[in-house]
C-alpha cells in the first residue's frame, strides 16, 4: 500500500513538474511573440489607426494553415495552438510580416509591409 502510495506521489510530481516546465515554455513564446510584433512594427490595439488613408492597391494575404505552420516552427506553438489561438495568431503573421519584408528587400522593392486587422 505504501509503495502504490509513494509510485501515485512520484507520478504527481513528474507532472507537476511537466506542467511547470510547460508554462515556462509557454511565457517564453508569449515573450518571442512580444518581441516578433515590436520588431515588425505591430502595436497592439492599434493596427486600425494605422490604415493608410490613399487610394492605391493592395495585397491581402489571409494564413489558413496557422497551426501546421507553427508546428513546423516548434513543437511549442502546434501544442498550444488550440489553448492559445490569439497568440499563434500573432506569432504566424508577425513571422511572415517579417518574410514578406525580407524577400521583398532581396529583390530590391521599395514597399511598406504592414500588419492591419486583429492579428
Avoid: C
Avoid at 12 to 40: D, M, P, Q, T, Y
Avoid at 86 to 101: D, E, P, S
Amino acid at each position: 500500500m505504501q509503495i502504490l502510495l509513494a509510485v501515485n506521489l512520484l507520478l504527481a510530481l513528474g507532472l507537476l513538474a511537466w506542467v511547470l516546465r510547460l508554462r515556462k515554455r509557454l511565457s517564453a513564446v508569449e515573450a518571442a511573440a512580444v518581441a516578433i510584433a515590436a520588431e515588425a512594427g505591430i502595436q497592439a490595439g492599434n493596427a486600425a489607426a494605422e490604415l493608410p488613408d490613399r487610394k492605391g492597391t493592395y495585397i491581402s494575404i489571409e494564413i489558413l494553415n496557422q497551426i501546421e505552420l507553427a508546428r513546423k516552427e516548434s513543437w511549442v506553438g502546434g501544442a498550444f495552438g488550440s489553448v492559445a489561438p490569439a497568440l499563434l495568431n500573432r506569432i504566424v503573421y508577425a513571422r511572415t510580416l517579417k518574410m514578406m519584408q525580407q524577400e521583398l528587400e532581396r529583390y530590391h522593392v521599395k514597399a511598406e509591409v504592414r500588419l492591419h486587422g486583429g492579428a
